[in-house]
């Protein structure tokens, strides 16, 4: 069990002796009431220490966790509320915390249709009910879109990878002509510029699958789980998007912003290696560290001209391969016209 599950069940135990108007309890009586709780949870001996209880009353005395609760000692030796009506479940909230609940509530009821979150419709209604939220209209509004084919699978994958399940995929491809069933071993489900994928373990590798490309998906409960420990932060760290080269290194890619648009560069970073090596009147000149793939030829396309690859030149080549072709594609549409 988590350390936090632990002292969340020692404070509901605590509080329930501290409030107990016909018991008196010592602090040994408090540390055996929360070795007890702890192993009615965990089904197995569990003891709490005399330090670990001392600890827990001084942070429910102090304003770490907001209590403030009135513990008091009486007769030097036993433990109590001096308000008899206190009770870390009754704490108020002022306006502030109020105003901060409220926006969440707005927040999250921007996912109420997202089908993962179709769940949390009755949570959002009761913390409404709950704060006395104000139907205001949305003063921040995340980029989503419910419509996204695959959406309907995002339940089944999420709830393999928390219950560490092995999964039959028939997917086809973009490019395949037929679709092919895949025994994958599920890891990470990931957005990316509004699309969705499952990073998953599939013959000794890992695989990204786009969620729309995916037809049928059934669970293998004959097949043990691989469990790759699998740390999204790190597979992800050399790459723009979500393919990732488990043979290619990352590339130092220099490039060269226009002096119009070089702030929403410098504001909104293309990759976390990003640095400035360069400023003048003309534009401001930036390197980033990373693998070279399709989603970061994508960026650079979408930036036109604003933009100029500068360095390594394999990929100054490509970029110019796809801008010649754009022009002669503009260019057969303006002799068609």
């Given at each position: 069990m988590s350390s936090n599950k632990n002292a969340l069940i020692r404070y509901k135990t605590l509080d329930k002796c501290l409030k107990n108007k016909y018991k008196k309890y010592t602090l040994?009586?408090?540390?055996?009431?929360?070795?007890?709780?702890l192993f009615e949870f965990e089904g197995k001996e569990s003891f709490v220490s005399r330090r670990t209880v001392q600890l827990d009353l001084q942070n429910m005395r102090s304003e770490k966790f907001g209590y403030e609760a009135p513990i008091e000692v009486y007769q030097r030796k036993y433990y109590r509320y001096s308000?008899?009506?206190?009770?870390?479940?009754?704490?108020?909230?002022?306006?502030?915390d109020l105003k901060a609940m409220n926006?969440?509530?707005?927040?999250?009821?921007?996912?109420?249709?997202?089908?993962?979150f179709k769940e949390m419709n009755g949570?959002?209604?009761?913390?409404e009910d709950s704060i006395h939220a104000t139907h205001q209209k949305s003063i921040i509004h995340l980029?989503?879109?419910?419509?996204?084919?695959?959406l309907e699978h995002i339940d089944i994958l999420y709830e393999a990878i928390l219950n560490?399940?092995?999964?039959?995929?028939?997917?086809?491809s973009f490019k395949a002509r037929e679709?092919?069933?895949?025994?994958?071993?599920?890891?990470l489900l990931k957005e990316y510029n509004n699309r969705w994928f499952l990073i998953c373990w599939h013959k000794n590798k890992l695989f990204n699958f786009a969620l729309d490309?995916?037809?049928?998906?059934?669970?293998?409960?004959?097949?043990q789980y691989i469990d790759k420990d699998f740390d999204s932060d790190r597979y992800f760290g050399e790459v723009i998007g979500v393919t990732v080269s488990e043979t290619q290194r990352p590339q130092n890619v220099v490039f060269k912003i226009n002096s119009k648009h070089a702030p929403y560069v410098k504001t909104k970073p293309f990759h976390h290696s990003q640095e400035i090596i360069g400023e003048d009147e003309s534009g401001t000149t930036f390197k980033i560290c990373v693998q070279l793939n399709f989603e970061l030829e994508r960026m650079i396309l979408g930036l036109g001209e604003f933009i100029t690859v500068l360095k390594p030149d394999k990929l100054r080549k490509r970029i110019q391969k796809s801008l010649k072709e754009a022009c002669r594609n503009y260019a057969q549409e303006d002799v068609d016209r």
């Open positions: 040994d009586d408090l540390i055996d009431e929360c070795s007890e709780a308000d008899p009506d206190y009770s870390i479940h009754h704490i108020s909230v002022n306006e502030s926006n969440a509530v707005q927040i999250l009821k921007q996912f109420k249709d997202f089908s993962m949570v959002i209604q009761k913390l980029d989503k879109n419910e419509k996204l084919k695959g560490k399940k092995v999964l039959c995929i028939v997917y086809k679709s092919d069933a895949y025994i994958v071993h599920p890891q490309r995916m037809e049928e998906i059934s669970v293998k409960e004959d097949i």
